[in-house]
């Protein structure tokens, strides 16, 4: 056979290339060989294909059954045709044709190209398929290929021929990523496309957080401390609950890390987003209390029937427990499964006194956030719409969300995008935003605003008593004209001016 060893040669390059063994190389070339024999005898064609492992040689022979009249050329030729070659052939016998790769035409070499290259691709997705069905939440590592359309097309370091992409639904929004940028994600799924499998990553998925952890903290990786509950809004906040197996171990420690090493590794690869690691317990109250961390909480009351904790935190925590925009409440319901109802003790003091301790609050709204459909807002219906196609479909669901993120939904402008952010900044209560950047300054406001009439009849009160003191001290003082001077100076609109003249007058009572 011409050449042959040298296309044997050539083939177990390209199998060392594609992972291949030498049998799947010798089995490549028996089909691709079956299909440029098809080319040139038929669709039904019988062939012998023997290759020397040794010399790389390849011996083809193609079976013909005689027959007294031919039905079938490509798997049968006449008796009169096969006694030309042997006069002893009989109807019945299987002549011995052999055929060299010089009879091959271009037609017959294609056909052998393109099968053992689609032979190759199908064990290549069959491969794929087989590595990452059972690793569905394990990290992967790869490079930055392209992006394209707003997903990341990533290059796998160990599968450089899997199709691996990050959807633009899976990423992070604020981290940006150019071409050959190493990148780390999650294994979300594995598709099945008309070009083969192809793996769909993740960095905004909680199991990508937990499979940090699992690189990270080698206790987590040995299953002897368990993550039994994780919570994620992508870029702002993650809440994890834990728990040991082994009673020595600390399992929030063990995560933290030595000055805290573990997990800010985590942290720095998601782009600084804050982690809350609170050990696991299954008491929901008991739960509720650590999944609020870091506000502290001073009584929790649970309603089994209906899954609803009512949380009564301390004024100085209340800003704390909301958390911006409600998102470390929120973060904690998701943890714990349950609704959680926060409210500030002298609110709870308030309604408690006369309500039900379970009941509905008639006209009242508590601190928890509350969330509707987008369909109750006065929305344009294309507005509507186009947030519904996108995925959006409660007030809770873009209330996090900046202008970019809008303009980056399908048919919404940027005036649309405007007025969605102007809806956001009306509904949004003033104390949730400012209790995640200055907590003490809006835990102070808040305490200032609500004692602000009790100060003001205080002061009030004030004035009254020193108007009464100093009509007394007119009529017992015999020089007019030198009681009007402090009168006048110690006459003050506002209660907040009036303890210096106060006291002298205070100081003079005594005397007189």
Same mark, same amino acid.
């Given at each position: ?21 030498? &049998? +799947? ?104 398929? +087989? ?114 197996? &082994? ?93 959680? &109802? ?48 996108? /995925? ?25 995008? &405007? ?15 400012? /209790? ?38 007119? +009529? +017992? ?36």
């Amino acid at each position: 056979m011409t050449n042959a060893g040298q296309i044997v040669a050539a083939f177990r390059d390209i199998a060392a290339t594609k992972s291949l063994s030498p &049998d +799947e190389v010798y089995d490549l070339i028996r089909d691709g060989i079956v299909a440029g024999l098809v080319k040139i005898y038929g669709p039904n064609v019988e062939a012998e294909i023997d290759i020397d492992e040794g010399s790389g040689d390849i011996e083809i022979i193609v079976l013909k059954r005689v027959v007294e009249e031919v039905e079938d050329p490509s798997s049968e030729i006449s008796l009169e045709e096969a006694r030309w070659d042997d006069p002893t052939y009989e109807v019945g016998d299987v002549m011995e044709i052999p055929v060299d790769f010089a009879e091959f035409g271009r037609n017959a070499v294609m056909a052998t190209k393109q099968r053992i290259v689609q032979r190759v691709r199908e064990g290549e997705r069959q491969r794929i398929r +087989e590595e990452f069905a059972d690793r569905v939440g394990d990290l992967l590592s790869g490079e930055v290929q392209q992006i394209e359309r707003g997903k990341i097309v990533v290059m796998l370091n160990r599968a450089r021929d899997a199709e691996a992409i990050i959807p633009w639904r899976e990423q992070n929004p604020r981290e940006r990523f150019r071409q050959g940028d190493p990148i780390r994600a999650v294994l979300k799924k594995v598709d099945e496309t008309p070009k083969g499998p192809r793996l769909i990553l993740s960095r905004g998925d909680p199991l990508f957080v937990a499979a940090l952890f699992k690189l990270e903290v080698p206790e987590i990786y040995q299953s002897i401390v368990e993550i039994k509950e994780l919570a994620r809004e992508v870029g702002g906040r993650t809440k994890i609950a834990v728990s040991s197996r &082994d009673d020595s171990i600390d399992p929030v420690g063990a995560c933290v890390g030595l000055k805290g090493s573990r997990v800010q590794a985590v942290v720095n690869e998601l782009g600084g987003e804050r982690i809350d690691i609170v050990p696991w317990h299954p008491d929901p109250e008991i739960f509720a209390r650590r999944a609020l961390a870091p506000a502290r909480v001073a009584k929790v009351i649970s309603d089994s029937s209906r899954q609803v904790i009512t949380a009564i935190v301390d004024e100085d925590q209340l800003s704390l427990a909301i958390g911006r925009n409600g998102q470390n409440v929120r973060l904690a319901s998701q943890l714990i499964g349950w609704q959680i &109802d926060l409210y500030g003790s002298r609110e709870w003091l308030e309604r408690g006194a006369d309500l039900s301790l379970f009941g509905e609050i008639p006209g009242g709204d508590s601190y928890e956030t509350a969330d509707f459909p987008l369909a109750e807002l006065e929305l344009e219906p294309a507005t509507l719409a186009a947030l519904e196609a996108a /995925g959006y479909h409660t007030f809770l669901d873009i209330i996090d969300l900046e202008k970019n993120d809008f303009l980056k939904v399908p048919g919404l402008t940027e005036s649309e995008a &405007d007025r969605l952010l102007g809806i956001i900044d009306e509904l949004t209560v003033v104390e949730g935003e400012v /209790g995640a950047e200055a907590p003490a300054e809006a835990e102070a406001s808040a305490v200032d605003a609500d004692q602000a009439p009790e100060a003001e009849e205080e002061e009030e009160a004030e004035e009254e008593e020193e108007a009464e003191e100093e009509e007394e001290d007119a +009529e +017992e003082e015999e020089d007019a004209e030198v009681e009007a001077e402090p009168q006048e100076e110690t006459e003050p609109e506002g209660g907040s001016e009036i303890s210096a003249p106060e006291g002298e007058d205070e100081g003079e009572e005594p005397e007189v």
